[in-house]
């Protein structure tokens, strides 16, 4: 399995910053996704990330507010812009391991996360 | 629309109290179903993946198991160290992302 860090882990903020989080990976991977866990919800993909091309949003999500760097295929940084109180949640990234064939399918699928950065908007 | 359901929101046992947990999915095409457990200020730390209905894996205490409508994560002989939310999550269609449901905090008392 990955292991995954990130920086920050936590982080306090003023509205009207930004703040941008780092994720790194022991070995490559071809995609890697970020996600938002607010208090008391469920995780939400925010974006996927592939080396060498734009990330791709999801609904509701837009680049202007969480720009997405994938500079090579172990790092990849996701950015709050002009952060208000609302964006206060945990920010997690998360890589894929398509692994090899123990499966009736034919593949195994594994997800995995990394220990999160908990940010607060005041 | 895909959705992800589980139940019960809190659970508390005693410990060596088996019981069991609940998610149930709607979704097209379901490629994966996948547990994880998370522990309070830490990501979430992956425990299974199933397939198929009819499907079942086993780790420690923990089995789970998969039909076409819900999954089941079983909890043998609990002890305190199990106590965490867990998580429950859908991998379905061409969307190519992890669609979660809202957890079931387990809390199990000595």
């Known amino acids: 399995s990955a292991v995954i860090s990130q920086k920050p882990s936590r982080d306090i903020c003023q509205r009207g910053t930004s703040l941008t989080i780092q994720c790194q990976v022991d070995s490559q991977v071809t995609m890697m996704f970020w996600y938002r866990q607010q208090p008391g919800q469920s995780l939400t993909l925010i974006a996927t990330?592939?080396?060498?091309?734009?990330?791709?949003?999801e609904s509701g999500f837009v680049i202007d507010k969480f720009p997405i760097s994938r500079p090579n295929l172990t790092f990849s940084t996701l950015t709050v812009s002009n952060m208000s109180p609302e964006d206060s949640s945990i920010y997690l990234c998360?890589?894929?391991?398509?692994?090899?064939?123990?499966?009736?399918?034919?593949?195994?699928?594994?997800?995995?996360f990394g220990p999160g950065t908990r940010l607060t908007v005041t | 629309e895909d959705q992800v359901t589980q139940s019960p929101e809190a659970l508390r046992l005693q410990e060596g109290e088996s019981s069991s947990l609940n998610c149930s999915y709607t979704v097209s095409g379901l490629r994966g179903l996948f547990w994880y457990r998370q522990d309070p200020g830490k990501g979430p730390e992956f425990l299974f993946t199933?397939?198929?209905a009819g499907e079942e894996k086993e780790k420690e205490r923990l089995k789970a198991t998969l039909t076409k409508k819900e999954s089941f994560l079983h909890i043998t002989a609990p002890k305190p160290e199990d106590s965490a939310t867990y998580l429950c999550?859908?991998?379905?269609?061409?969307?190519?992302?992890?669609?979660f449901g809202k957890g079931t905090k387990l809390s199990v008392k000595p």
């Open positions: 999550a859908v991998f379905a269609g061409s969307q190519g992302n992890l669609i």
């Open positions: 990330a592939n080396q060498g091309s734009e990330a791709t949003y």
């Open positions: 998360s890589v894929e391991d398509r692994g090899g064939f123990g499966q009736t399918s034919g593949i195994s699928y594994e997800q995995y």
């Open positions: 199933l397939y198929s």
